[in-house]
């Protein structure tokens, strides 16, 4: 098997978690102990026996998944170019607070005033909200056929990992960007224009709905189609915002700018997330060859109605295994100036030479 390596030859960590992914498929599809797999292909360190059960006596029980963890924590970390979410988490943007916790807010803060002499003193009000930061779960579904589970050259590998990360930034982007864009509050703007003026507008309109301090963590999330046209934008001196790129956002207006498309055709974002409390636990991969899967994105079977759309797919009869790629993650909006959106935005190019 040909392993997922840095620069300096050494497995990453981040490779390691593919390969440990893709040797639970294998040894579904063969039969084969993952150990020995594991050891063919010298990915053993990977790989661990099992473990006692676990008792409040012994303090270092959980130092037996450490290593485990550890993987899918890098996997995660190398999500942050297509995750908007561990793109935020990567730089400590998010205020982190313990998952179930709850997060006192300051809605409205304390005044005070002048005290003439002789004169009442002013009392003053303060509010204070207590959101709970409550856990999600998204999920992502990987279909391969069992030729590709056992296949150990380069383009196969290759091509595991690539899916792999695609189907988790896809569930990540969507459920944390919609959670956002539906929050009931924020800031919701109309574009104004393509010319490079009406976009300097609406950037400057952007900026004044979002409510930020001095250590605010701003980011700028659109999809390929505005990235696009930002990069190719032309002004009087040539491009008019040369830190963009069509494909991987950059810079605009010195901040950062995401690329997701999740966040809706013709909407772009701002988001201050020092102001979202957050948490994360590491991803859990699972797998089965004798499930029923509906092929589809946005599935609709009803396991308590027995009812779907559209047929399902026998994992069995079909000769395919499926890797469930699950992660467990909660985020609060602490402030509703926090998010300001941008809708019906359209900056494609329009002058002639």
Same mark, same amino acid.
């Given at each position: 098997?040909?392993?997922?390596?840095?620069?300096?030859?050494?497995?990453?960590?981040?490779?390691?978690?593919?390969?440990?992914?893709?040797?639970?498929?294998?040894?579904?599809?063969?039969?084969?102990?993952?150990?020995?797999?594991?050891?063919?292909?010298?990915?053993?360190?990977?790989?661990?026996?099992?473990?006692?059960?676990?008792?409040?006596?012994?303090?270092?029980?959980?130092?037996?998944?450490?290593?485990?963890?550890?993987?899918?924590?890098?996997?995660?970390?190398?999500?942050?170019?297509?995750?908007?979410?561990?793109?935020?988490?990567?730089?400590?943007?998010?205020?982190?607070?313990?998952?179930?916790?709850?997060?006192?807010?300051?809605?409205?803060?304390?005044?005070?005033?002048?005290?003439?002499?002789?004169?009442?003193?002013?009392?003053?009000?303060?509010?204070?909200?207590?959101?709970?930061?409550?856990?999600?779960?998204?999920?992502?579904?990987?279909?391969?056929?069992?030729?590709?589970?056992?296949?150990?050259?380069?383009?196969?590998?290759?091509?595991?990992?690539?899916?792999?990360?695609?189907?988790?930034?896809?569930?990540?982007?969507?459920?944390?960007?919609?959670?956002?864009?539906?929050?009931?509050?924020?800031?919701?703007?109309?574009?104004?224009?393509?010319?490079?003026? $009406? #976009?300097?507008?609406?950037?400057?309109?952007?900026?004044?709905?979002?409510?930020? +301090? =001095?250590? /605010?963590? @701003?980011?700028? *999330?659109?999809?390929?189609?505005?990235?696009?046209?930002?990069?190719?934008?032309?002004?009087?001196?040539?491009?008019?915002?040369?830190?963009?790129?069509?494909?991987?956002?950059?810079?605009?207006?010195?901040?950062?700018?995401?690329?997701?498309?999740?966040?809706?055709?013709?909407?772009?974002?701002?988001?201050?997330?020092?102001?979202?409390?957050?948490?994360?636990?590491?991803?859990?991969?699972?797998?089965?060859?004798?499930?029923?899967?509906?092929?589809?994105?946005?599935?609709?079977?009803?396991?308590?109605?027995?009812?779907?759309?559209?047929?399902?797919?026998?994992?069995?009869?079909?000769?395919?295994? $499926? #890797?469930?790629?699950?992660?467990?993650?909660?985020?609060?909006?602490?402030?509703? +100036? =926090?998010? /300001?959106? @941008?809708?019906? *935005?359209?900056?494609?190019?329009?002058?002639?030479?």
């Amino acid at each position: 098997m040909t392993k997922t390596v840095s620069l300096n030859g050494a497995p990453t960590a981040s490779g390691q978690f593919v390969e440990l992914a893709k040797l639970m498929v294998h040894s579904h599809v063969t039969g084969t102990d993952i150990r020995v797999l594991a050891e063919q292909q010298r990915v053993g360190d990977r790989v661990k026996a099992a473990v006692a059960g676990g008792s409040v006596g012994d303090p270092n029980w959980a130092g037996s998944f450490t290593p485990a963890s550890a993987l899918a924590s890098a996997f995660a970390e190398s999500l942050r170019n297509s995750s908007v979410f561990d793109r935020m988490m990567a730089d400590s943007a998010f205020l982190s607070v313990p998952m179930r916790q709850v997060v006192g807010t300051v809605v409205l803060g304390a005044t005070a005033g002048p005290a003439e002499e002789g004169r009442g003193k002013p009392v003053t009000k303060l509010s204070v909200t207590a959101p709970r930061l409550v856990e999600r779960k998204v999920a992502g579904i990987m279909v391969i056929t069992d030729e590709l589970a056992k296949a150990t050259s380069r383009a196969a590998n290759a091509m595991f990992a690539r899916e792999l990360r695609a189907a988790v930034t896809v569930a990540m982007n969507s459920d944390f960007l919609s959670g956002l864009i539906d929050h009931t509050g924020i800031a919701s703007l109309e574009s104004i224009g393509s010319d490079v003026e $009406a #976009i300097s507008y609406d950037a400057a309109r952007m900026l004044a709905a979002v409510d930020y +301090g =001095a250590n /605010a963590k @701003l980011y700028w *999330v659109g999809g390929t189609d505005i990235a696009r046209d930002l990069a190719t934008k032309t002004g009087t001196s040539g491009r008019a915002f040369p830190g963009m790129s069509p494909v991987s956002g950059g810079t605009w207006y010195d901040l950062p700018f995401l690329v997701a498309d999740e966040v809706g055709e013709g909407n772009l974002m701002l988001i201050d997330a020092s102001q979202i409390a957050s948490d994360s636990l590491p991803l859990t991969l699972r797998t089965s060859s004798q499930a029923n899967i509906q092929m589809a994105d946005n599935p609709d079977m009803d396991a308590t109605a027995g009812t779907a759309s559209a047929q399902s797919v026998s994992l069995y009869q079909t000769g395919s295994v $499926a #890797i469930l790629a699950e992660r467990v993650y909660a985020t609060e909006l602490l402030r509703d +100036g =926090a998010v /300001a959106v @941008l809708t019906g *935005v359209d900056y494609q190019t329009t002058e002639t030479a």
